[in-house]
């Protein structure tokens, strides 16, 4: 744990000092402080050193000033006397003066005489040269080459000196500068640059902090990280906002689909469903009864069909009136769905007409459920009209069977039984075509 933080730390060190001073803004304000000390020490020494040139000049003049006022009587002196070694010794304490790089006395009549010191070009510029008189009498001439590469070289080493104590000054100001910008400001725009980039949507929001001396007063970085932490705090409201509102909608459509899946349950059941007796409609029964006859057809698998017809029905109407009769075919409906069995399927085929659709029953099998209703019915008391009979009819599946050849040989059986005095059940005919 402690290494992990350890290492950690090492990072963040590595980051400031090698990634962020090697790159970008340090970098370049690195450049910059460099460039403006650099021309700001050029100025400061060109001015500096245009004045030490000019004391060095003054320096000079004295020091000609100071050779003609003291060194040329007595140089005169001996060229007044010809004195030679004396020339020789007065000119030679002239050559040594460090302003001095060479002196030529002339000397003897007509000047015909001559004496060197140092390094001298009579016809370079800058030759002083002085009349040499003794009593108002011209003895002589000399010539003295100021030591002007003295001047430079004092005036070279000035500007070496200069350059590099003002270049390592600014380097350091420099750096310092850098440092300080780095640590103080950089090294917090990067951490906020970090928690920018880090934006998840669904995450938590956590404020930015800067890592240093919370009491340092409040400064600009201070503000930045609260303009920070406030822009985000609204963009994580916004998004949870967004998702919050993303989620009723998802509950709402959700909710919307399921209401709407009903109704179309409803309607799709309300379609297939007789309004007055509640059983299938006739749609609903051709459905399931081409369905059942598709398995029957593909897998041999037994179906019968009963059609059930009240009795003499009309009379009722015409007798009790219309509502009787819509009451009777209420309790007649309720009798058969009584009398049914888990798989049979009752519907009201149209009228006063029920059919019952049987799966997997053969005929035997459909004849007793038909003569168990009809039984049923017979001994039922209805409201009003009393005892009513109901007369049935049944067929099987045979091979080949189509829904319309299986109903008609149950339909017949049915006219059959009516014929011989309904309140019975009647059976196809084993040898009926079933086409
Ligand atoms: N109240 C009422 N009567 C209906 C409805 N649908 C059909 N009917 C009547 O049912 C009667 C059917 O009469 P018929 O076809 O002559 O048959 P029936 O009187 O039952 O005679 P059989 O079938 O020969 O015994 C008609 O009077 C129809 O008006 C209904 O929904 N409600």
């Known amino acids: 744990m402690r290494q992990r933080r350890v290492w950690g730390r090492y990072r963040e060190y590595y ?192 404020p930015f902090v800067l890592r240093r001396n919370p009491k340092t007063p409040r400064d600009e970085l201070a503000v930045l990280a609260d303009a920070l932490n406030d822009a985000y705090q609204r963009l994580y409201t916004a998004h949870e906002f967004e998702a919050r509102h993303n989620e009723i909608l998802s509950e709402e459509v959700a909710q919307r689909t399921a209401e709407l899946s009903d109704a179309h349950r409803k309607l799709a059941r309300l379609a297939v469903t007789d309004r007055l007796t509640g059983l299938v409609n006739r ?58 069995r888990g798989n049979d399927v009752v519907g009201r085929w149209g009228g006063e007409e029920f059919l019952i659709l049987c799966p997997q029953t053969g005929l035997e099998g459909a004849c007793l459920l038909a003569e168990r209703m009809r039984a049923s019915v017979a001994a039922h008391a209805f409201p009003v009209i009393g005892s009513k009979t109901s007369t049935f009819g049944v067929a099987s599946f045979r091979s080949g069977d189509s829904e319309n050849s299986l109903l008609k040989r149950a339909d017949d059986a049915l006219y059959r039984a009516k014929a011989v005095g309904r309140n019975s059940v009647g059976q196809e005919a084993a040898d009926s075509d079933p086409a």
Not at 153 to 159: K, S
Request: net charge neutral; with cysteine; proline share 2%.
């Open 283 to 340: 749609l609903g029964l051709e459905e399931t009864f081409a369905r059942e006859l598709g398995a029957a057809h593909a897998g041999g698998r037994a179906l019968s069909v009963i059609i059930a017809d009240i009795d003499m029905f009309k009379a009722v109407n015409d007798t009790w009136g219309h509502q009787a009769g819509d009451a009777v075919l209420q309790e007649f409906a309720a009798i058969l769905i009584r009398e049914a």
């Open 15 to 206: 980051a400031f000092w090698v990634r962020g001073i090697a790159t970008g803004l340090a970098r370049r304000m690195l450049l910059w402080i460099l460039s403006i000390s650099a021309v700001a020490a050029l100025m400061a020494t060109s001015i500096q050193l245009f004045f030490d040139y000019r004391r060095d000049l003054s320096d000079l003049e004295q020091g000609m000033r100071y050779i003609e006022q003291n060194q040329l009587p007595g140089l005169a002196d001996a060229a007044w006397n010809f004195n030679v070694a004396g020339l020789r010794v007065q000119l030679d304490g002239i050559g040594r003066s460090p302003w001095v790089a060479g002196a030529t006395v002339r000397y003897g009549p007509s000047q015909s005489a001559e004496l060197t010191t140092g390094e001298i070009r009579l016809d370079e510029r800058g030759i002083h040269d002085f009349v040499l008189q003794r009593n108002g009498v011209v003895v002589g001439k000399i010539y003295i080459a100021p030591n002007l590469q003295t001047l430079y070289g004092r005036t070279l080493d000035r500007i070496a000196i200069v350059l590099a104590t003002q270049g390592v000054k600014s380097l350091v100001i420099s750096i310092c500068i850098l440092l300080v910008t780095a640590w103080m400001v950089t090294r917090h725009l990067t951490q906020m640059a970090g928690f920018a980039k880090s934006f998840e949507p669904g995450r938590q929001f956590k």
